[in-house]
């Protein structure tokens, strides 16, 4: 059953509700969260470089879990990250990066 960023946002919410994750942006703490989305990137990174790519703490399981967390940061200030996503696509249609002044290798 496909499920839309909504509906995944509007499920973690509950979900947060009932574990007491905090469901306003007075409930939380809004740098810890964002530690907390880093720290989550941080074990995909780790689980990658380690090979582990499926199953329990693996490189899939993590960034669902950094996922989560935005969602769940993104219910509580009420945003619309599909939209804000879109967007972002849109912007990067036009943008140009100058590939010579940044320390990134690029395909």
């Known amino acids: 059953m496909h499920k839309s960023i909504k509906d995944l946002t509007g499920h973690i919410m509950t979900q947060a509700k009932s574990k007491g994750f905090g469901?306003?942006?007075?409930?939380?703490?809004?740098?810890?969260?964002?530690?907390?989305?880093?720290s989550e990137?941080?074990?995909?990174?780790?689980?990658y470089r380690h090979k582990n790519i499926d199953g329990k703490d693996g490189f899939k399981?993590?960034?669902?879990?950094?996922v989560q967390r935005i969602f769940h940061l993104c219910g509580?200030?009420?945003?619309?990250?599909?939209?804000?996503?879109?967007?972002k696509i849109e912007d990067n249609k036009k943008r140009q990066w100058k590939w010579d002044d940044i320390?990134?290798?690029h395909a």
């Open 23 to 38: 469901t306003t942006p007075k409930d939380i703490n809004v740098a810890e969260k964002i530690a907390l989305i880093h």
């Open 41 to 47: 990137i941080s074990e995909a990174f780790e689980a």
């Open 61 to 66: 399981e993590e960034l669902g879990d950094a």
């Open 76 to 87: 509580i200030f009420k945003i619309d990250i599909e939209k804000e996503v879109l967007k």
């Open 103 to 105: 320390n990134e290798t």
